[in-house]
């Protein structure tokens, strides 16, 4: 079991971090393409 609960812990923690990068480069990328217009 515990090999297996480690995988998952690690899955998880991979998941979490994908998806907090994918909120930072979000807006970035929103503001990148604002910039233009606003310019």
Same mark, same amino acid.
């Given at each position: 079991? #515990? $090999?297996?609960?480690? &995988?998952?812990? %690690? *899955? %998880? @923690?991979? &998941?979490?971090? @994908? !998806?907090?990068? /994918?909120?930072? #480069? #979000?807006?970035? &990328? !929103? !503001? +990148? @393409? *604002? /910039? $233009?217009? &606003? +310019?």
């Amino acid at each position: 079991l #515990s $090999p297996v609960l480690q &995988q998952n812990d %690690i *899955a %998880i @923690e991979r &998941q979490r971090y @994908e !998806l907090h990068w /994918t909120r930072l #480069s #979000s807006p970035r &990328q !929103l !503001l +990148k @393409e *604002a /910039t $233009p217009l &606003q +310019k």
